[in-house]
């Protein structure tokens, strides 16, 4: 890590990786085991929530358990003086959950767009795909849809280690 | 397997869980149950693996760290020495089995998540060592669109 996270914020970042504890007085037994005060746990804690270290807190859910079994990772080869336009739109769909731009591997891989698309069945992330698919219209050179069929691992970050 | 308030609690708490003394009693009187309900009922949603953790989501690029998703094009009779091997390292933040609607044969999936960009290239290097088998890393040169929040259907 950087200066942008001091040795206490990492120790911290260890602490929480596999999960906050489920206890009444989370950030005190935190402030416990680092041994600081549990304002400056939660002060910290704030601290990486608004610089975006921390993306969020919260449950995450096993996708598959709450009813998404069907994980589409749609692909696009599409002309890269338009993917930052397309992408965008793309994007902003309400039922893509992340969007990238990403390096081609030609000759294996000749994908720059990726689009991921979860549903309750691949028909329905089919469907999805297929709106991708018209709404890209000429730009989409070829695609693929990818659909995870086991989850082999989920652990999240774990530095540290 | 999950009821209604199950669902609920899903679906409410996939962000803005409080930072104050006693978060989880905030938290279940936004949702009408009491603190002990709450905790119990997120304890056998982990133990059940509906949850996969409750806590922060790091971006760790924000901390000077690096995310990286790469792929692998994994013969059919190593698949589960490979599973094993890619697994153990724990810069793998998440695994997936994929199969392409054509013929694409990438079919594993992984997330390295490393404290330094020059982590990655290093696990590149030391999982395409211990497999045998090359990684495709797919570093991203432009986010769009992230947002993992998703309403409960089960």
Known sequence: MNTSADDLDRRLVMATQGGLPLVPRPYHQLAGQLGI???EVMARMRRLLDSGVIRRIGAVPNHYAIGYTANGMSVWDVPDERIDELGARIGALEFVTHCYHRPRKLPEWPYSLFAMVHGSSRDEVLAKVARIAELLGADCRAHDVLFSTKILKKTGLRIGA | MIDALDRAIIDRLQGDFPICEQPYAEAAAALGIGEDELITRLQRLLDT???TRFGPMFQVERMGGAFVLAAMRVPEAEWERVVEVVNAFPEVAHNYRRESAQNCDFNMWFVLATETPEGIGAAVRRIEAASGLPV???????????????AVRA
Do not use: G
């Open chain 1, 37 to 39: 005060p549990a304002q």
């Open chain 2, 49 to 51: 693996r509906v949850l």
């Open chain 2, 136 to 150: 495709f890393p797919f570093p991203k040169l432009k986010e769009y669109f992230v947002e993992m929040k998703l």
